[in-house]
């Protein structure tokens, strides 16, 4: 499985963007990255997957460069309520057991 | 669809007792998850079913732990005997295509 690598923690504030790195220098070819959003007492909840290039939806966007050794996960314009720890997850969508290993997470910290 | 449903919500409980976290997946989901998260050691995978057969258990810590799958609509993780130790937030979730979908967890506690 793909290892993953990302901050343990960032800081921003209200109304401006924010980019979340994960490095994953050997991910494989049939592999897609995924990314989780959890709040306190909650369990994750998906926000993103894409496999190249850029993805976008109503939440985020996601940006992975063509060596697909690293993504970067994009929220615009953070409230106080996107506070929360934000994981990458590599594997090959096709393997039900694949995707599954989460890693530490980024604790995102959006101030007034 | 009322998402993935975790009982109890909370469960206190001693040492030596016998621990059973039940879990109902999204209907039409084939597949089963349980995680288990602490502060030290973050979210672990236990154990998955795919069409309610386990496919892997390699996670689940030790013979004391037991997950069981009877249908598709139900499931049980069982601690016999429980330790201070497995004091966590044990979350199950469900699969559809490449998405995860997680309960809001059992918050346990073994005194």
């Known amino acids: 499985l793909a290892k993953t690598t990302q901050p343990i923690s960032m800081d921003s504030y209200e109304g401006q963007e924010v980019n979340i790195t994960c490095s994953h220098n050997n991910i494989a070819t049939n592999d897609y990255i995924t990314w989780y959003q959890q709040f306190p007492s909650q369990g994750p909840r998906f926000i993103i997957q894409?496999?190249?290039t850029k993805v976008t939806n109503e939440v985020a966007s996601l940006f992975i460069p063509a060596d697909r050794k690293s993504s970067t996960l994009s929220l615009p314009r953070v409230s106080l309520s996107d506070t929360a720890v934000y994981y990458c997850l590599v594997g090959d969508r096709g393997n039900a057991g694949n995707m599954l290993t989460f890693g530490g997470g980024t604790r995102l910290m959006v101030k007034p | 669809d009322a998402g993935v449903i975790q009982s109890p919500r909370h469960e206190v409980t001693e040492m030596g007792q016998e621990v059973t976290l039940r879990c109902k997946p999204i209907s039409g989901h084939n597949s089963l998850f349980w995680y288990r998260q602490t502060m030290m050691r973050g979210l672990e995978l236990l154990i998955y079913f795919n069409n309610n057969v386990p496919i892997d258990d390699s996670g689940m810590p030790e013979d004391r732990f037991s997950a069981k799958m009877p249908n598709a609509s139900f499931s049980t993780l069982k601690i016999q005997p429980s330790e201070p130790r497995d004091s966590a937030v044990y979350f199950c979730?469900?699969?559809?295509?490449?998405?995860?979908?997680f309960g809001s967890g059992t918050q346990l506690s073994v005194l």
């Open positions: 979730a469900s699969r559809q295509f490449e998405k995860l979908f």
């Open positions: 894409g496999y190249k």
